[in-house]
T-cell receptor, first 115, second 110 residues
Framework: DQQVKQNSPSLSVQEGRISILNCDYT??????FLWYKKYPAEGPTFLIS?????DKNEDGRFTVFLNKSAKHLSLHIVPSQPGDSAVYFC??????????????FGKGTLLTVNP | DVKVTQSSRYLVKRTGEKVFLECVQD?????MFWYRQDPGLGLRLIYF???????EKGDIPEGYSVSREKKERFSLILESASTNQTSMYLC?????????FGPGTRLTVT
């Protein structure tokens, strides 16, 4: 049973426009959410996170929105740049301590930003 | 900056060989993780450890074992490699929620 779902395997946008990547989750115990970016042949790199006590977190061109009632989060990239082309993974965790530091990842969305 | 290193970037092994993948982190993190990444399947957790000599199975532990004798080092062992273990293997470490990943090892089993 997939607890973190990224329903769009791929997304293509024009340079300068907004990219919106979506993620849904089913486990109501999840209270911390993260986005990672991954280039081919490299490890994922942390992008931005949000705690369940917030509904928005912003870092430069990247904003994450959390809708707890809908169990949905989204990553907005504005403006999109060709260097943003990568696979984006959504991840979630349930609380702190011991094995709860475990992250559950979605399957990823391949973002292509066209010049 | 946190640094997570993995012993090899690329590895080719034969079916039935015993394979060791090593991971070292330099930030005194309590937690360490091994994942594999396959196309269309995302990152799947194989094993993790939240303390020296402690380990817990992840979602796909079959065919793998791990060792954590020192805090900074977490090893993944394939006791008898099989072709279905051809994959990208990623190690990560963390103190709290955010995990820091190594560059990955692309393992091919022929």
């Amino acid at each position: 049973d997939q607890q973190v779902k990224q329903n769009s395997p791929s997304l293509s946008v024009q340079e300068g426009r907004i990219s919106i990547l979506n993620c849904d989750y089913t486990n109501s115990m999840f209270d911390y959410f993260l986005w990672y970016k991954k280039y081919p042949a490299e490890g994922p790199t942390f992008l931005i996170s949000i705690s369940s006590i917030k509904d928005k977190n912003e870092d430069g061109r990247f904003t994450v929105f959390l809708n707890k009632s809908a169990k949905h989060l989204s990553l907005h990239i504005v403006p999109s740049q060709p260097g943003d082309s990568a696979v984006y993974f959504c991840a979630a965790s349930a609380g702190a301590g011991g094995s709860n530091y475990k992250l559950t990842f979605g399957k990823g969305t391949l973002l292509t930003v066209n010049p | 900056d946190v640094k997570v290193t993995q012993s090899s970037r690329y590895l080719v092994k034969r079916t039935g060989e015993k394979v060791f993948l090593e991971c070292v982190q330099d930030m005194d993190h309590e937690n360490m993780f091994w994942y594999r990444q396959d196309p269309g399947l995302g990152l799947r957790l194989i094993y993790f450890s939240y303390d020296v000599k402690m380990k817990e199975k992840g979602d796909i532990p079959e065919g793998y074992s791990v060792s954590r004798e020192k805090k900074e080092r977490f090893s993944l062992i394939l006791e008898s490699a099989s072709t279905n273990q051809t994959s990208m293997y990623l190690c990560a470490s963390s103190l709290y929620g955010e995990q820091y990943f190594g560059p990955g090892t692309r393992l091919t089993v022929t």
